[in-house]
């Protein structure tokens, strides 16, 4: 990836230079489209609903009624492969590289349809009950087998619980005892061994189906082990001989236990159902439009699939017929993969842009007449923006922004990114640097994903849209943070058909997390725009109070110190006996090490981050930036740690959504936090 990020820098800044001779103000002006039409007013885009509660709904269903479906033949997922199959006429539906240099092949919807049908007759023939009862693993990379895998398991109303690649063994082995799981399907010997691993834990785990092949070491294990080990292509071979009827489900039945990785304990089980999953993701293609996927469409599949933000984008491309290509799941290849299958729609995720627009300022630094040209052009295109004009054919994108639209494929008109704010400078450069439609939605896996989304054509920034027609949002009072709903500001809550059925197994959790009303408590502090759209502005979940008994919010503050140039990640700690906050701070490697050059400053990346002038430099740096966003002085930190090395999931400072593991930071870091409040006494 960084490889990748490399190259959208470097080419940018040649590419930037050498076209500028040929910007012509009146070639250009003809180049532009019509401008897009929002469908709804866009001063209005949400709308209060009677009674105490002030909800508030979408626009599209302003009577206060929900979203079920868009498609009467696709009210499960097991039938919206069927439909995809009929709108694209048997068009390609997965796509894959059997080889890292290959190119794509691919398999047509009828040709998924036909493996399913096999690969569910299979699992009966090996003994799986079909039906709720029936709770199957999934522990594979995104690949054609997956989704066969998931279709399979819907085609014979089973559970599909898919088992995160990055959860690790103990937390698989937690999930497994937990969904009573007596067959899991896996891709590789890597994932077998942590399965096989913890076997003597998982009494009940009986079965393992292999996509690949499998050592005749493993094999001996796992027969010592009591575990039955089957090929993939063995189950659909037995499933070709020993066809059945399926078992379809219905709206109602669940189709999928998705587990949450959480910051602190066990992992919860979300149950999800067909009618939620359909509602949610027909709430998102009603809100879309014409501008929406369709069966043209190419979706470049990279995310997990074992998140619900990876699988409702898939559903919204198999309703409409289009097609899913898969990476080849390392992320050095991403960007091949990438420039070979040529997608039209990608998930992306705030940390990947903001990585891209990084990589392409950098390109430009340093070069007054490349800095003016990209300013220009920006400029140019963010009021093109304001006309509601979307385009990335104009003279700007041919000379001046090309190579960051191909390195992307070159034929990318619709992103939707998700999972984590996005700063509001990165979306406005990247809707200009792109020429794409880029649509940012909020939710959480307790609401299948989306719950809000930004409208079409609605180019401003700071805010996440108004509520989807498939849920109402109200917000309610916060009283110990200052935020109260009679002023359109407090803790946001969701109740509509998007809403989870409750955590597997866990009606304590659940009764924590729904009311008896039915509104889902999401802990993310919301106010309502003028505009009826919803700006998220602070978190409750992780609030704590100091001695002179200040509430703080850590990761407002880790949201506005991120805007340094010279901050990567960051953790913003205080305890209750402190007045005062701390921080430990991963800077960012070239952007610090440009200005050390600057200041005379040499070392090792190590002692760089313990010089004690790059420390005050970087604290003066943020304490400013504070200021400016209306930081209190007790929600200012007084003293910091550089840490060398990226937080990430394989230290187990990350989840496996990416956001910070704030208990296993405050454990490692522990040293550092008592020695810099020794300091400060």
Same mark, same amino acid.
């Given at each position: 990836?960084?490889?990748?990020?490399?190259?959208?820098?470097?080419?940018?800044?040649?590419?930037?230079?050498?076209?500028?001779?040929?910007?012509?103000?009146?070639?250009?002006?003809?180049?532009?489209?019509?401008?897009?039409?929002?469908?709804?007013?866009?001063?209005?885009?949400?709308?209060?609903?009677?009674?105490?509660?002030?909800?508030?709904?979408?626009?599209?269903?302003?009577?206060?009624?929900?979203?079920?479906?868009?498609?009467?033949?696709?009210?499960?997922?097991?039938?919206?492969?069927?439909?995809?199959?009929?709108?694209?006429?048997?068009?390609?539906?997965?796509?894959?590289?059997?080889?890292?240099?290959?190119?794509?092949?691919?398999?047509?919807?009828?040709?998924?349809?036909?493996?399913?049908?096999?690969?569910?007759?299979?699992?009966?023939?090996?003994?799986?009950?079909?039906?709720?009862?029936?709770?199957?693993?999934?522990?594979?990379?995104?690949?054609?087998?997956?989704?066969?895998?998931?279709?399979?398991?819907?085609?014979?109303?089973?559970? #599909?619980?898919?088992?995160?690649? *990055? /959860? $690790?063994?103990?937390?698989? &082995?937690?999930?497994?005892?937990?969904?009573?799981? =007596? %067959?899991?399907?896996?891709?590789?010997?890597?994932?077998?061994?942590?399965?096989?691993?913890?076997?003597?834990?998982?009494?009940?785990?009986?079965?393992?189906?292999?996509?690949?092949?499998?050592?005749?070491? #493993?094999?001996?294990?796992?027969? *010592? /082990? $009591?575990?039955?080990?089957? &090929?993939?292509?063995?189950?659909?071979?037995?499933? =070709? %001989?020993?066809?059945?009827?399926?078992?379809?489900?219905?709206?109602?039945?669940?189709?999928?236990?998705?587990?949450?990785?959480?910051?602190?304990?066990?992992?919860?089980?979300?149950?999800?159902?067909?009618?939620?999953?359909?509602?949610?993701?027909?709430?998102?293609?009603?809100?879309?439009?014409?501008?929406?996927?369709?069966?043209?469409?190419?979706?470049?599949?990279?995310?997990?699939?074992?998140?619900?933000?990876?699988?409702?984008?898939?559903?919204?491309?198999?309703?409409?017929?289009?097609?899913?290509?898969?990476?080849?799941?390392?992320?050095?290849?991403?960007?091949?993969?990438?420039?070979?299958?040529?997608?039209?729609?990608?998930?992306?995720?705030?940390?990947?842009?903001?990585?891209?627009?990084?990589?392409?300022?950098?390109?430009?630094?340093?070069?007054?007449?490349?800095?003016?040209?990209?300013?220009?052009?920006?400029?140019?295109?963010?009021?093109?923006?304001?006309?509601?004009?979307?385009?990335?054919?104009?003279?700007?994108?041919?000379?001046?922004?090309?190579?960051?639209?191909?390195?992307?494929?070159?034929?990318?008109?619709?992103?939707?990114?998700?999972?984590?704010?996005?700063?509001?400078?990165?979306?406005?450069?990247?809707?200009?640097?792109?020429?794409?439609?880029?649509?940012?939605?909020?939710?959480?896996?307790?609401?299948?994903?989306?719950?809000?989304?930004?409208?079409?054509?609605?180019?401003?920034?700071?805010?996440?849209?108004?509520?989807?027609?498939?849920?109402?949002?109200?917000?309610?009072?916060?009283?110990?943070?200052?935020?109260?709903?009679?002023?359109?500001?407090?803790?946001?809550?969701?109740?509509?058909?998007?809403?989870?059925?409750?955590?597997?197994?866990?009606?304590?959790?659940?009764?924590?997390?729904?009311?008896?009303?039915?509104?889902?408590?999401?802990?993310?502090?919301?106010?309502?725009?003028?505009?009826?759209?919803?700006?998220?502005?602070?978190?409750?979940?992780?609030?704590?109070?100091?001695?002179?008994?200040?509430?703080?919010?850590?990761?407002?503050?880790?949201?506005?110190?991120?805007?340094?140039?010279?901050?990567?990640?960051?953790?913003?700690?205080?305890?209750?006996?402190?007045?005062?906050?701390?921080?430990?701070?991963?800077?960012?490697?070239?952007?610090?090490?440009?200005?050390?050059?600057?200041?005379?400053?040499?070392?090792?990346?190590?002692?760089?981050?313990?010089?004690?002038?790059?420390?005050?430099?970087?604290?003066?740096?943020?304490?400013?930036?504070?200021?400016?966003?209306?930081?209190?002085?007790?929600?200012?930190?007084?003293?910091?740690?550089?840490?060398?090395?990226?937080?990430?999931?394989?230290?187990?400072?990350?989840?496996?959504?990416?956001?910070?593991?704030?208990?296993?930071?405050?454990?490692?870091?522990?040293?550092?936090?008592?020695?810099?409040?020794?300091?400060?006494?």
């Amino acid at each position: 990836m960084e490889d990748y990020l490399q190259y959208i820098g470097s080419v940018f800044g040649a590419a930037a230079l050498s076209g500028a001779a040929a910007v012509a103000t009146s070639f250009y002006m003809s180049t532009l489209p019509p401008p897009l039409t929002p469908t709804v007013d866009l001063t209005k885009q949400s709308k209060e609903l009677p009674g105490p509660d002030r909800a508030r709904t979408s626009r599209y269903y302003p009577d206060g009624k929900l979203l079920e479906y868009c498609f009467e033949d696709a009210r499960t997922l097991y039938q919206i492969m069927h439909r995809g199959a009929k709108v694209s006429n048997n068009g390609p539906c997965l796509g894959w590289r059997p080889t890292k240099d290959s190119s794509y092949s691919y398999m047509s919807y009828n040709e998924v349809l036909e493996r399913v049908k096999n690969f569910s007759a299979g699992l009966v023939h090996f003994g799986m009950k079909p039906g709720q009862e029936t709770f199957i693993g999934l522990y594979a990379r995104n690949c054609p087998e997956w989704v066969i895998t998931e279709h399979a398991c819907f085609r014979q109303s089973a559970v #599909l619980v898919p088992l995160y690649d *990055t /959860l $690790g063994p103990n937390a698989c &082995s937690y999930i497994i005892n937990q969904a009573k799981i =007596k %067959l899991v399907v896996c891709d590789d010997e890597n994932k077998l061994k942590n399965i096989l691993s913890e076997a003597p834990n998982t009494p009940q785990l009986k079965q393992v189906i292999v996509m690949n092949k499998v050592s005749d070491t #493993l094999r001996v294990k796992a027969k *010592t /082990l $009591g575990i039955k080990l089957i &090929s993939f292509l063995e189950v659909e071979e037995a499933g =070709k %001989l020993h066809p059945c009827q399926p078992l379809l489900p219905s709206p109602p039945d669940i189709c999928t236990v998705c587990y949450t990785s959480g910051t602190t304990g066990d992992p919860k089980g979300v149950v999800l159902s067909h009618a939620n999953l359909v509602s949610c993701s027909s709430a998102v293609v009603l809100t879309m439009g014409v501008h929406g996927p369709n069966s043209s469409d190419c979706f470049m599949s990279y995310l997990p699939l074992a998140h619900m933000f990876e699988r409702v984008c898939q559903v919204i491309a198999y309703m409409s017929g289009g097609c899913v290509g898969f990476s080849q799941g390392n992320i050095k290849l991403l960007t091949d993969d990438i420039k070979t299958f040529k997608p039209t729609f990608i998930p992306v995720v705030p940390r990947l842009l903001n990585r891209i627009y990084d990589q392409v300022q950098n390109g430009v630094k340093g070069s007054k007449l490349k800095k003016w040209i990209m300013d220009m052009a920006l400029l140019s295109k963010q009021s093109e923006l304001e006309r509601h004009i979307v385009t990335n054919r104009s003279v700007w994108d041919r000379f001046v922004f090309k190579p960051v639209q191909e390195s992307l494929g070159g034929r990318v008109r619709l992103m939707v990114t998700g999972s984590a704010p996005l700063a509001s400078n990165v979306l406005t450069f990247l809707r200009c640097a792109l020429g794409c439609t880029i649509i940012e939605g909020y939710g959480q896996t307790e609401s299948v994903a989306p719950s809000t989304m930004t409208l079409v054509g609605d180019y401003s920034v700071g805010h996440v849209g108004p509520p989807l027609p498939c849920c109402h949002i109200k917000l309610i009072d916060v009283p110990e943070m200052e935020y109260f709903a009679i002023n359109g500001q407090g803790e946001v809550c969701i109740k509509g058909l998007n809403v989870f059925q409750g955590y597997l197994n866990d009606p304590v959790k659940t009764a924590e997390t729904i009311d008896k009303e039915g509104w889902l408590h999401t802990g993310d502090i919301g106010m309502w725009m003028e505009n009826g759209a919803l700006r998220i502005v602070d978190r409750k979940k992780h609030i704590f109070k100091l001695a002179q008994g200040e509430y703080i919010a850590p990761e407002k503050i880790e949201n506005i110190y991120l805007s340094s140039p010279y901050v990567l990640q960051i953790f913003v700690y205080g305890e209750s006996l402190k007045s005062c906050l701390v921080g430990i701070i991963v800077p960012d490697q070239k952007m610090l090490k440009d200005w050390c050059k600057a200041n005379e400053i040499e070392g090792s990346w190590r002692e760089i981050c313990e010089n004690k002038a790059v420390k005050k430099m970087i604290l003066t740096d943020i304490t400013e930036l504070g200021k400016k966003a209306g930081l209190k002085s007790f929600e200012q930190i007084k003293d910091l740690y550089l840490h060398p090395e990226l937080f990430s999931i394989e230290n187990g400072l990350l989840t496996p959504t990416l956001k910070t593991k704030r208990p296993d930071c405050r454990k490692l870091f522990m040293p550092q936090i008592e020695a810099m409040y020794r300091h400060l006494d």
